[in-house]
């Protein structure tokens, strides 16, 4: 069974370091990329950015660039998405999910059950 | 990147039909992608490539796309089918970008 794993909720204070995973199983990790989608409480799905864990080329939705990193161990088939310094802003949950693609095909096709990350002092 | 728009709402009686729009310029060459997603659960894929079926998906679920607007229509709806929806559409190089969404309420 295809399936991506995400790491468990989280409780951080403002200005405190995260870096939460999502581990694939099932499939070649290293043969699709993997994308990580935000929403805030109450809100919709917002596009942060992208990895391919086969070289790890990587790309950022303008609105993120700079406000987290995305990183992958090919090895242990986890890709990352990591904060230097929370926000109470960044509270919201954060799924993963696995781009399948193909001519002019991009869609998300398997997703992880997201994780909650709570930001408050 | 680009804009997909979506009502925020759309409200039908079971048994109905409901038609749920998603708009944007780029969505005449690019294909549209549609998430359903209950509370509480991650989205799930119902319809890609503009009208094609995941397995697993009812056939109650269809999707088609006219010029700049694609339509997620819902046949025969059930209490079930209650859920906020999001299509999804993607530029030239890849990038995903999401509709704002759109809460189908079963009266």
């Known amino acids: 069974e295809v399936q991506l794993v995400q790491s468990g909720a989280e409780v951080k204070k403002p200005g405190e370091s995260l870096k939460i995973s999502c581990k694939g199983s099932g499939y070649s990790f290293t043969s699709y990329w993997i994308g990580w989608v935000r929403q805030m409480p109450g809100k919709g799905l917002e596009w942060m950015g992208i990895?391919?864990?086969?070289?790890?080329?990587?790309r950022y939705s303008p609105s993120f660039q700079g406000q987290v990193t995305i990183s992958a161990d090919k090895s242990i088939s986890t890709a990352y998405l990591q904060w230097s310094s929370l926000k109470a802003s960044d509270t919201a949950m954060y799924y993963c999910?696995?781009?399948?693609?193909?001519?002019?095909?991009?869609?998300?096709?398997?997703w992880g059950k997201g994780t909650t990350v709570t930001v408050s002092s | 990147s680009y804009e997909l728009t979506q009502p925020p709402s759309v409200s039908v009686s079971p048994g109905q039909t409901a038609r749920i729009t998603c708009s944007g310029d780029a969505l005449p060459k690019q294909y549209a992608y549609w998430y359903q997603q209950k509370p509480g659960q991650a989205p799930v894929l119902v319809i890609y490539k503009d009208s094609e079926r995941p397995s697993g998906i009812p056939e109650r679920f269809s999707g088609s796309s006219s010029g700049t607007t694609v339509t997620l229509t819902i046949s025969g709806v059930q209490a079930e089918d209650e859920a906020d929806y999001y299509c999804?559409?993607?530029?030239?190089?890849?990038?995903?970008?999401f509709g704002g969404g759109t809460k189908l309420t079963v009266l």
């Open positions: 999804q559409s993607a530029d030239s190089s890849g990038t995903v970008v």
């Open positions: 999910a696995r781009r399948r693609d193909g001519y002019n095909v991009y869609y998300m096709d398997v």
């Open positions: 990895i391919y864990p086969g070289d790890s080329d990587t």
